[in-house]
């Protein structure tokens, strides 16, 4: 068994700051996240990887798959850098802390570290818990007492703690003191409704670290939009354990986003909370938990988003081509990002010049070269088109320009796509396509799953015989946007697909007047950008 009470993580982060993750727990009551025991069990790991120190698994004894994932946690990871953290609540009013099972379920569960939640709100100790103030105070002290007689670190969770300290900051302050003294090695302060800014979470942590000496953490939801300003701000303030969660998942908006601070920590506050060289994988963390909690990384997203080091204006391109920091506030490879040049109407000459290296296509400064792309997308995108998110069909826009001709594998002389709506209900989509290969003339025919499907289906079955290289091709993603106009049906329609060939993706674009000929762009182009990228020369 491993992870045991007198077991300690190999690689474990200096004791003097904590970053503690709450994703399995906290994280896990976001709306739409769903975990069962394997997929705790596999984030659990990604987050010891990155070297956390802390990892709460959830409330052993609340239901049967937060006790499953502690049982089979022992059995089936070492941890490396992380120690494994049960929660629960102080003991019962009018019980002993020695006679409550959810006290005798969090020692049951093995975790050499236990994390209690305990009520620091005068209104909420007497509406909710429906006792005393006193009373509260004692089931802090002899729940944190007990725990700590059975060998577990003991954390304190003040809930509604800034809300508390503000209506009645003398009792507030009395439960800290309370779990501190009871042997609590850390007193965390919550700011459960997110209500708080930042300068008001400095001033009430430095008078609490004032007046009790407690070792204080901090845990913030995002109500506001600051719970990672809120985190820093108690850092600032003395505090020295952050309770986060993977990409800021949480109830309601979410937690403070633990990879945003921990690159704060690292890179602004010169701060060293992970192991050497793991900061370096947050990106790669950040997306991997995302795909097990199954939702789509934030674009957007601080340090690890895909937009977060993409730049547009032309102005700024300008700027980078000199100097990347003139624009950007990290090296983006210091958390596992890559900067990325965008190509759209807003683009000068400096943005297809750094997008052209950025793909590999050197453009040697030919200002008159580079005149004719920059004019190319100007066009294009006033009928519609993007390349902000097509890379593959910008470089075959581009690669077109410098060669002069066009990356074709075959030459299309019609298709067509119907839909037949039947008397039963039933629908039939069929496609046919006929085009010339290597100097022969196919006709295909397939079916599919709706007409852009059968498309598809049939390019395959006329190219495959020649390209074997496209049975690796697979369709992950299809988008459609109507674009504005005043034609009502008869809009432009822009498509994008995203392709896989296995060992990448990318992304190709079409326009038209219909959603089945812009499909059709866009799919001549991800078969093209494919080929090209599985090393077959084009054809005249």
């Not at 204080?216 to 719970?227: K, P, R, W, Y």
């Amino acid at each position: 068994m491993t992870d045991t009470l007198t077991d300690a993580p190999e690689a474990a982060p200096s004791d003097a700051f904590h970053v503690f993750d709450t994703t399995l727990r906290d994280g896990a009551q976001r709306e739409g996240i769903n975990l069962t025991v394997a997929d705790k069990l596999t984030i659990a790991r990604h987050l010891d990887d990155f070297g956390v120190g802390f990892i709460e698994g959830g409330w052993p004894g609340a239901n049967p798959r937060d006790t499953d994932f502690f049982r089979r946690a022992r059995e089936e990871i070492t941890f490396r850098h992380a120690r494994l953290v049960a929660f629960g609540a102080t003991r019962k009013p009018g019980v002993r802390a020695e006679d409550d099972p959810q006290v005798a379920a969090l020692l049951a569960s093995g975790a050499p570290v236990v994390t209690l939640v305990a009520k620091a709100h005068d209104r909420h100790v007497e509406l909710a818990l429906r006792t005393t103030l006193e009373e509260n105070l004692a089931m802090v002290r002899e729940t944190v007492a007990h725990l700590r007689a059975h060998g577990r670190r003991v954390f304190v969770d003040c809930e509604h703690f800034f809300d508390g300290h503000r209506a009645n900051p003398g009792y507030a302050t009395e439960v800290v003191r309370a779990a501190h003294e009871a042997g609590a090695d850390v007193v965390v302060l919550c700011d459960t409704n997110g209500g708080m800014l930042p300068a008001q979470v400095t001033e009430t942590v430095a008078a609490v670290l004032a007046a009790t000496g407690a070792r204080l953490g901090i845990h913030a939801q995002d109500d506001t939009g600051c719970a990672v300003a809120n985190t820093l701000a108690a850092v600032d303030a003395g505090a020295t354990h952050v309770q986060c969660t993977a990409n800021g998942y949480g109830e309601r908006v979410g937690n403070a986003n633990l990879f945003p601070v921990v690159a704060a920590l690292e890179l602004k506050y010169d701060r060293r909370v992970l192991p050497p060289g793991k900061l370096a994988e947050t990106t790669r963390v950040s997306h991997a938990i995302a795909e097990v909690v199954n939702l789509t990384p934030s674009t957007h997203q601080p340090y690890v988003g895909v937009s977060a080091f993409a730049h547009k204006a032309g102005l700024h391109a300008s700027a980078i081509k000199v100097d990347p920091d003139l624009y950007q506030h990290i090296d983006p490879e210091q958390v596992g990002n890559t900067m990325r040049m965008l190509v759209s109407d807003m683009a000068g000459r400096a943005s297809i010049e750094l997008k052209g290296k950025e793909l590999g296509i050197d453009l040697g400064g030919d200002r008159e070269l580079i005149g004719r792309v920059v004019e190319r997308v100007k066009e294009r995108e006033a009928q519609g088109y993007t390349y902000e998110a097509a890379d593959a069909s910008f470089e075959l826009l581009l690669r077109q320009e410098v060669t002069g001709r066009a990356l074709r594998y075959y030459r299309v002389e019609s298709w067509r796509a119907i839909a037949e709506d039947r008397p039963d209900g039933t629908h039939a989509n069929e496609a046919t396509v006929k085009l010339w290969a290597k100097g022969e003339r196919i006709v295909a025919t397939a079916e599919g799953n709706g007409p852009v499907n059968a498309l598809d289906r049939a390019l395959r079955v006329a190219l495959e015989p020649f390209y074997p290289q496209l049975a690796r091709l697979e369709l992950t993603d299809y988008k459609v946007r109507i674009l504005e106009g005043s034609l009502g049906t008869g809009s432009i329609t822009r498509v994008l697909v995203s392709t896989s060939d296995q060992d990448g993706e990318w992304s190709t674009v079409g326009v038209a007047e219909n959603v089945i000929a812009a499909s059709w762009q866009a799919l001549d182009d991800a078969y093209a950008y494919g080929l090209w990228r599985a090393g077959v020369e084009p054809r005249e």
